[in-house]
């Protein structure tokens, strides 16, 4: 029957650690017993030796070989037996120079001569060796017999039988084979026990079936088009697909290194790192809008996916924006309509020219408003941007000025950021004096009249600089407020009240937002410092919100000396520098 290896990880594992586990001990029993024999052997020659060496050194002995003649009964036999049993040897045997036996075992060899070669031992050196004579194989040993004076008069054999030293050998066996079946079986538990802890970390996968899940979740995860995050509990990132790279703008050495030392601090860092908890949180990073999930796995850390949601955002501010071109055509169609009644009932009264003065000075204050924007701000985007805003702010009951002192040629680098810094800037502004003027009705507010509500905005270049300021005579912004309101997720507008409630009773952290809700803000200040400039909001003199966002590099160098624009664009008094220098300083 043929013996089929496992699939499994877990079982491969433990039939590997099985095989290793019994061949380790099997070869440390071989090496055991290899030496041991030989141990044995010489254990039992030394003893040899030692027996011969005291009997050699007895002086008696020396002497009756030398007076007295080889006897069963004689005084060298009954001394050589006495030690041979005392020390439980096969044998000891006296011989004299010429190999003759004086003592033996068997009484019937005393006076034969020795049946191995006796010559080492006579001519003065002691021999040790494992050998055969008439008692059989045994470890022997053979020493010089000298007399008082030095002289070699025989020589002393002893020998120790070798069925001992076997049956020694064999008795050392089954307690090395219990230590080892011990050991094997120890080895065994834990093998087990780590195929056990294995199977629950993979799960029981086949090996085969791992390595097909690692090429399908590398291909998965640089196929999808949502950036994916794995992070270790420590904080540290285990894996980042291409599009996270692209999201987040990680190197390739990103791997492996702590959330906060690859990202910027704000939010996109906190709501990685799980500092911010929630569902599809929305984040910014550099020009784009992300929406974020963080799932905790077992072992501490998290998967975090982005989705990119740039182009929509930008589509839902397209649409807002439509929607409010809308509203405003509305109210103009309305406007409208009302100064067509007033101009038929004039005609129909038959005041022709009253009529003719009504429709002639109706036509001259939209043009004068329309060219009065023209002209002080070139970028045909901008200035259509002011005179739509413009109309949307009549439509809300909240006049928008632009600044006597606005004036920007059409020399804009990028004219689409400065229409989301200025469109979202005037937004939130709306929002807020519309929000203020409904929340005290009736015209007061504590302890005096309310000034006339009005947002104002002024454009200018200082050099290659464009400065942009929005003022409005909202509730204004507290100071412990104003760094936190730029950033993403802040909002004080709660979905189904469009202008929140007033900023010094707004909640002191993140509110949940819908969409472009805490996310306006937080763009205007990333476009500011992509150009390497700043955003940043005051108070106004009288009550409201002054914000200022200066974009250096966002125009491109005046023109040669002569043109007449020059002086007009050179004639800054450093406010842009101003405001960068006080960007870092406490407000």
Request: charged share 25%.
């Given at each position: ?35 041991l ?36 009964r ?8 006495h030690?041979r ?25 005393i ?20 050998d ?11 020493v ?6 030095g ?45 056990r802890?294995?199977r ?7 090996f ?10 590398e ?47 704000g ?36 998967v ?8 929509l ?7 807002d924006?439509?929607?409010?071109l ?6 103009q ?11 038929l ?6 005041r ?6 009504f ?61 989301t ?11 807020a ?34 400065v ?12 412990a ?29 993140p ?9 306006g803000?937080?763009?205007?200040r ?23 966002v200066v ?37």
């Open positions: 029957m043929r013996v089929r290896w496992p699939r499994r990880v877990f079982a491969q594992v433990l039939a590997a650690q099985l095989a290793l586990t019994t061949g380790v001990m099997t070869l440390a029993t071989c090496l055991f017993l290899a030496p024999g030989s141990e044995l052997d010489d254990e039992a020659m030394h003893r040899a030796l030692a027996i011969a060496q005291t009997t050699a050194a007895d002086p008696d002995i020396a002497r009756e070989v030398l007076t007295t003649a080889p006897s069963a004689g005084p060298v036999q009954t001394e050589a037996e030690i049993r005392a020390t439980d040897a096969l044998y000891v045997v006296v011989m004299d120079t010429r190999g003759v036996r004086w003592s033996h075992t068997n009484t019937a060899e006076g034969r001569h020795v049946s191995t070669d006796p010559s080492v031992a006579l001519s003065g050196r002691e021999i040790r060796q494992i055969d004579g008439t008692l059989g194989r045994s470890a022997r040993a053979k010089p017999l000298l007399d008082p004076g002289k070699i008069v025989g020589a002393v054999s002893v020998g120790i039988a070798y069925a001992s030293v076997r049956e020694r050998l064999l008795d050392a066996v089954p307690a090395l084979l219990l230590c080892a079946g011990a050991a094997l079986a120890v080895g065994a538990l834990a093998a087990y026990a780590v195929s802890r294995l629950r970390r993979t799960h029981g996968v086949a085969a079936d791992i390595s097909a899940l690692l090429d399908e979740r291909a998965m995860l640089h196929g999808v088009r949502e950036g994916v995050v794995a992070c270790d509990r420590y904080g540290r990132i285990r894996l980042a697909n291409d599009e996270a790279g692209r999201l987040l703008g990680l190197g390739a050495d990103a791997t492996g290194r702590p959330l906060d030392e690859v990202l910027p601090p939010r996109t860092t906190d709501v990685l790192a799980g500092r911010v908890t929630g569902t599809d949180l929305l984040t910014v990073s550099g020009s784009r809008v992300l929406v974020a999930n963080r799932m905790p796995t077992r072992d501490g850390g998290a975090v996916t982005l989705r990119d949601r740039t182009e955002e930008q589509l839902g501010r397209e649409l924006s439509t929607q409010g809308l509203d405003a055509l509305r109210a169609d309305h406007e409208h309509a009302n100064r067509l009644h007033t101009v009932g004039l005609l129909e009264l038959g022709h020219e009253k009529a003719a003065e429709v002639a000075e109706i036509a001259d204050t939209h043009r004068s408003s329309a060219e009065q924007i023209a002209e002080r701000v070139h970028d045909p985007l901008l200035s259509a941007l002011l005179v739509g805003k413009a109309a949307v702010a009549a439509e809300r009951g909240v006049p928008l000025r632009v600044s006597a002192a606005t004036l920007l040629h059409d020399r804009v680098v990028d004219p689409r950021d400065l229409v810094v200025l469109g979202n800037l005037i937004d939130n502004a709306l929002d004096v519309a929000g203020h003027r409904d929340a005290a009705p009736g015209g007061t507010e504590h302890d005096g009249p309310r000034a006339e509500p009005f947002v104002e905005v002024e454009l200018r270049a200082e050099h290659t600089i464009a942009l300021r929005v003022a409005d005579t909202g509730p204004g912004v507290p100071p407020l104003r760094d936190r309101i730029f950033a993403e997720g802040w909002s004080t507008k709660h979905p189904g009240h469009p202008a929140g409630p007033p900023l010094e009773t707004a909640a002191p952290g509110v949940a937002f819908h969409r472009g809700r805490g996310l803000l937080a763009l205007v990333r476009l500011a410092e992509r150009y390497g400039g700043m955003a940043r909001v005051t108070a106004r003199a009288g009550g409201g919100a002054v914000f200022t974009l250096p590099e966002a125009l491109t160098p005046a023109p040669a000396a002569g043109d007449d624009t020059v002086g007009d664009d050179m004639a800054g008094d450093g406010f842009a520098e101003r405001q960068l220098m006080a960007a870092g300083e406490p407000q």
